[in-house]
């Protein structure tokens, strides 16, 4: 039960004030101006915060488990450690925000923007992030496993060491993206564009790769048994090996 008011919330931010702590769940904040507020470690859990502008707050360790968080502006804040389990950020913006080791399991990223956000060691297992826009995305030693990545666009991505274990990346844009390392074990890439991509080490066991574009791909040391490779194009990729 949430100790504040959303009026008392208005007041308490136009007065400078800070909501570090504070108990917010459940509370309808639709469109709520929550910029650069501090609300590091508060209980947003169920809260309604669709079409919210919160770029560069700060909602470090925040719980935001099953938040309406549809559409929101979220560019440059601070996440880490957020929970934000089962929480709906469908088309949201959450570009240049850093969500180190944050907590996103079953969370619905369709269709936002996550460019250039550091999502290092989060977990987004289960999580759906179709036709979403990863490009340049910092996902070193993420959890991503089972994840819907149908469709989304991981250009220049660092996904080194990642777990992407059952992942559908579908016609998914990988171009340059760097997967050193990952696990792609029964991942589905069928259509894939892993142009130029860095896969050394990588492990792709029954990984489905039927028509992906796999030119000047780096395969060194990748281990590729019982890969689906039927019309792949691997002219110059290079260390294949099966």
Same mark, same amino acid.
């Given at each position: 039960m949430a100790a504040l008011t959303k009026e008392e919330i208005i007041q308490k931010v136009k007065d400078g004030g800070k909501l570090a702590g504070e108990d917010l769940s459940g509370l309808d904040l639709q469109g709520a101006k929550l910029m650069r507020v501090d609300l590091s470690g508060a209980n947003l859990q169920e #809260?309604?915060?669709?079409?919210?502008?919160?770029h560069q707050a700060n909602l470090q360790g925040a719980n935001l488990a099953k938040a309406n968080l549809y559409g929101v502006f979220?560019?440059? $804040?601070?996440? *880490?450690? /957020?929970?934000? #389990?089962?929480a709906d950020l469908h088309g949201s913006d959450l570009s240049m925000s850093v969500m180190s080791e944050a907590a996103l399991p079953d969370a619905n990223l369709n269709a936002s923007n996550l460019g250039n956000v550091k999502l290092d060691k989060a977990n987004l297992q289960g999580a759906q992030l179709e036709e979403s826009n990863l490009t340049g995305a910092d996902l070193r030693g993420a959890n991503l496993q089972g994840a819907n990545l149908y469709r989304a666009n991981l250009q220049e991505a660092d996904l080194e060491g990642a777990n992407l274990q059952g992942a559908d990346l579908r016609l998914a844009k990988l171009h340059r993206a760097n997967l050193r390392g990952a696990n792609l074990n029964q991942a589905k890439l069928a259509g894939a564009d892993l142009l130029e991509a860095d896969l050394r080490k990588a492990t792709l *066991?029954? #990984?489905?790769? *039927? @028509? /992906?574009?796999?030119?000047? #791909?780096? &395969?060194?040391?990748?281990?590729? /048994?019982? $890969?689906?490779?039927?019309? $792949?194009?691997?002219? @110059?990729?290079? @260390? &294949?090996?099966r």
């Amino acid at each position: 039960m949430a100790a504040l008011t959303k009026e008392e919330i208005i007041q308490k931010v136009k007065d400078g004030g800070k909501l570090a702590g504070e108990d917010l769940s459940g509370l309808d904040l639709q469109g709520a101006k929550l910029m650069r507020v501090d609300l590091s470690g508060a209980n947003l859990q169920e #809260t309604s915060l669709p079409g919210a502008k919160m770029h560069q707050a700060n909602l470090q360790g925040a719980n935001l488990a099953k938040a309406n968080l549809y559409g929101v502006f979220l560019n440059g $804040a601070r996440l *880490q450690k /957020a929970n934000l #389990t089962g929480a709906d950020l469908h088309g949201s913006d959450l570009s240049m925000s850093v969500m180190s080791e944050a907590a996103l399991p079953d969370a619905n990223l369709n269709a936002s923007n996550l460019g250039n956000v550091k999502l290092d060691k989060a977990n987004l297992q289960g999580a759906q992030l179709e036709e979403s826009n990863l490009t340049g995305a910092d996902l070193r030693g993420a959890n991503l496993q089972g994840a819907n990545l149908y469709r989304a666009n991981l250009q220049e991505a660092d996904l080194e060491g990642a777990n992407l274990q059952g992942a559908d990346l579908r016609l998914a844009k990988l171009h340059r993206a760097n997967l050193r390392g990952a696990n792609l074990n029964q991942a589905k890439l069928a259509g894939a564009d892993l142009l130029e991509a860095d896969l050394r080490k990588a492990t792709l *066991q029954e #990984t489905d790769l *039927q @028509g /992906a574009g796999l030119r000047g #791909t780096d &395969f060194t040391r990748a281990d590729l /048994a019982g $890969a689906n490779l039927e019309g $792949a194009d691997r002219d @110059g990729a290079r @260390g &294949f090996r099966r």
